[in-house]
């Protein structure tokens, strides 16, 4: 199985900061990697596929970054409606299996 | 637009069998552009997938889970269901349905959620 590793668990910050999420992989996925943003209560959202594939509708202050083993989620100036959990998800296409990261709690600083 | 929608009991005995039921509204799911998946939630924790299937019947599934898990299809209701056996509390969770877009590798769109409890 293919682990996923995401990094930091919760990260606090301010409106109009820059931050970056990272997520690993155990062996290479390729580009096989999804993001995905969720609020208390909610369902996930997809932001990005495919690594830096940016969902219609997604502003575009996020965007995605990486390829084999390493990836980044970065959001370029936080907005009051970004705080939340966000989630890395994998998918091993040999498998074929997915695998969510462990979460990233976004928070106000 | 594609949009779905969970249904089925909130409470479930421990050892018996939870069900649940995913509506597809808006498209078709005899479409072969999407596969359809679960994925749960246990409260306060993250996501873990369990399984997808497409119309056809090719299914995947997550293999801590496999051994309890079947999921089939209603393409007259339009309607992909999800069965896991022998419940314990650690079945408690909100449980989403979903699309998986041909080729994307990614979950969307979800449905909104439903909680299943365990207990007795």
């Known amino acids: 199985d293919i682990r996923m590793t995401q990094s930091p668990s919760t990260l606090s910050a301010s409106v109009g900061d820059r931050v970056t999420i990272s997520c690993r992989a155990s062996?290479?996925?390729?580009?096989?990697l999804a993001w995905y943003q969720q609020k208390p209560g909610k369902a996930p959202k997809l932001l990005i596929y495919k690594a830096s594939s940016l969902e219609s509708g997604v502003p575009s202050r996020f965007s995605g970054s990486g390829s084999g083993t390493e990836f980044t989620l970065t959001i370029s100036s936080l907005q009051p409606d970004d705080f939340a959990t966000y989630y890395c998800?994998?998918?091993?296409?040999?498998?074929?299996?997915?695998?969510f990261g462990q979460g990233t709690r976004l928070e106000i600083k | 637009q594609v949009q779905l929608q969970e249904s089925g009991p909130g409470l479930v005995k421990p050892s018996e069998t939870l069900s649940l039921t995913c509506t597809v509204s808006?498209?078709?799911?005899?479409?072969?552009?999407?596969?359809w998946g679960w994925i749960r939630q246990p409260p306060g924790k993250g996501l873990e997938w369990i399984a997808s299937m497409h119309y056809s019947g090719s299914t995947y599934y997550n293999p801590s889970l496999k051994s309890r898990v079947t999921l089939s299809v209603d393409t007259s209701k339009n309607q992909f269901s999800l069965r896991l056996r022998s419940v314990t509390a650690a079945d408690t969770a909100v449980y989403y349905c979903a699309g998986l877009p041909f080729g994307a590798a990614m979950f969307d769109p979800w449905g909104q959620g439903t909680l299943v409890t365990v207990s007795s």
């Open positions: 998800q994998l998918y091993d296409n040999d498998s074929p299996t997915y695998t």
């Open positions: 808006g498209g078709s799911i005899s479409s072969n552009t999407f596969y």
């Open positions: 062996q290479s996925i390729s580009r096989w």
